[in-house]
């Protein structure tokens, strides 16, 4: 009985400073100078897939835009090849996010390791097109790394959220 009233409850609404703290400091951990290391995981590209899932009226692909000329800038890159990148994350997430919550985290993890693997596909053929080499196929191992933390990363995120506002035995809230 326990087990299902945890499975029924319902969520708080996301605060909009808490979304923008996930960003901002998953967008942190992406400038950190580690950005030509195999296997860093790509946090602000699962972080904005997270919320466009979970909250896809607040964060949609103005949001990914910006985020990715940030990380352009950030990072020296080729001007837009992250916006158009997160954009199409951010597109591609918010098609099907009805559809993957309906899933349990496992199988959400391997919906988002398609989408962070096409995101990174569609940002190595901009690289390559202006000019740079492949890097390896190591260079796609963060997607992995990310779909394997998103359980830890929904639980981390979704916590807030499962706070009552206030304890009362009758409601499953």
């Known amino acids: 009985m326990e087990l299902q009233q945890r499975a029924q ?26 950005r ?11 972080v904005l897939a997270f919320w466009c899932i979970h909250q896809p009226r607040r964060v949609g692909i103005g949001v990914a835009w910006t985020l990715g000329l940030l990380l352009d800038v950030g990072n020296g890159a080729l001007l837009g090849q992250h916006a158009l990148g997160y954009s199409v994350l951010a597109f591609l997430a918010l ?3 009805r559809r993957i919550l309906w899933f ?6 391997l919906h988002l390791l398609l989408l962070l693997l096409s995101t990174q596909l ?29 359980p830890v990363l929904s639980f981390l995120l979704l ?14 809230i």
């Open 9 to 34: 409850r319902i969520l708080l609404p996301a605060k909009v400073s808490f979304i923008v703290l996930t960003v901002a400091l998953a967008l942190l951990f992406n400038l950190l100078p580690w």
């Open 104 to 109: 349990p985290l496992w199988q959400q993890a």
């Open 122 to 150: 569609l940002t190595l053929v901009i690289r390559i097109a202006a000019g740079a080499g492949f890097p390896g196929w190591t260079y796609f191992a963060g997607s992995f790394i990310c779909a394997a933390l998103w």
């Open 36 to 46: 030509n290391s195999a296997g860093v995981p790509d946090l602000t590209a699962a």
């Open 159 to 172: 916590l807030p959220q499962r706070q009552a506002e206030m304890m009362d035995e009758n409601r499953p």
């Open 95 to 97: 098609a099907v996010h």
